[in-house]
């Protein structure tokens, strides 16, 4: 009889640690945005995910809010939010980067020098798409399929003629 209780107990704890953990998760921003929202329109958003940092001068103002699928172009939609005291110019631009080779990805913002302000809801019009290191190093192993092509000789003439301009 003693034993049951003991096991009762250390699962009263057990469910106990896993509701505070839960209710600490749910409370760690996740789920509510402080600022005001933007959205930026990507051809790609690789690595990029729910919560990743919206940086400027490499300092965090905001964060990702949702990432969808425009059906009709194709583009990835990224909403941010951006804190309140942070103004945007219109002419700000977006742009995944990654904190080391394999670091995690997040956006930075370059804002422009337009007067002009990106209002609560409005879009950041420049971005540009994070860039696709195993795409690089493919290319720098196996070289650049769009490097210069060698002429041929024309009909009667030996390379060697050709290559001198004779």
Do not use: C, W
């Not at 919560?51 to 194709?74: A, H």
């Amino acid at each position: 009889m003693r034993r049951s209780a003991i096991e009762t107990v250390m699962g009263a704890v057990v469910l106990i640690v896993a509701a505070m953990f839960l209710y600490f998760t749910y409370n760690s921003g996740y789920q509510h945005a402080d600022g005001y929202e933007v959205t930026a329109k990507f051809n790609r958003i690789d690595g990029l995910a729910l919560g990743s940092e919206v940086r400027l001068s490499g300092i965090k103002v905001g964060r990702v809010i949702s990432e969808t699928l425009d059906p009709n172009t194709y583009l990835a939609i990224v909403r941010l939010s951006v804190d309140r005291g942070i103004k945007l110019p219109v002419d700000t631009t977006a742009k995944i980067t990654s904190d080391s080779l394999l670091g995690s990805f997040y956006i930075a913002l370059e804002p422009g020098a337009e007067d002009k302000l990106i209002p609560d809801g409005g879009q950041i019009v420049a971005t540009q798409d994070p860039i696709n290191i195993g795409d690089l190093i493919g290319r720098y192993i196996f070289g650049s399929t769009a490097g210069p092509k060698k002429a041929k000789p024309e009909q009667g003439q030996s390379s060697s003629q050709s290559s001198n301009g004779q």
